[in-house]
């Protein structure tokens, strides 16, 4: 197993977009937008993939560096201490689960990070750095 990361930031109001954000739509592919399923950033062109792994604790580091960049914008101040953010997602990684942290940005603005699992026990889409195009 190996561990695909992923970022967006954008108007928070955007995720109501569900036609971008649901794999059965033709708007998916190219849509900047995080899907409804965790998981299904796989279906996602490569170009969306932000970094890959081959160990939890690189995919933890990610985290903790592309949150580090949010922390300023925070609309509310850290409700989870980052260490236990990273010692859950740590855990979860290591057992095949998924890890998606989102958080509200001042001026409406939304980041969404997440890492997940290749191939994924929840969702059938191949690699997407192997899938053909």
Not at 2 to 11: E, F, L, M, N, V
Not at 59 to 65: H, S
Not at 98 to 111: H, M, T, Y
Request: hydrophobic letters at 40%; proline letters at 10%.
């Amino acid at each position: 197993m190996h561990w695909h990361a992923y970022q967006w930031t954008g108007a928070g109001a955007d995720r109501a977009d569900e036609a971008g954000r649901r794999t059965s739509s033709p708007a998916f592919a190219t849509s900047p937008l995080p899907p409804m399923r965790t998981g299904d950033w796989l279906a996602k062109p490569a170009s969306h993939v932000a970094a890959t792994f081959e160990d939890v604790e690189a995919a933890a580091r990610w985290l903790a560096a592309e949150y580090a960049k949010a922390v300023p914008a925070l609309l509310t101040p850290e409700r989870v201490p980052l260490a236990e953010r990273l010692d859950t997602a740590r855990d979860l990684l290591a057992r095949g689960v998924d890890v998606q942290w989102g958080e509200w940005l001042q001026g409406g603005r939304f980041v969404t990070l997440g890492v997940v699992c290749c191939p994924n026990r929840h969702v059938p889409h191949p690699c997407p750095l192997r899938r053909r195009p």
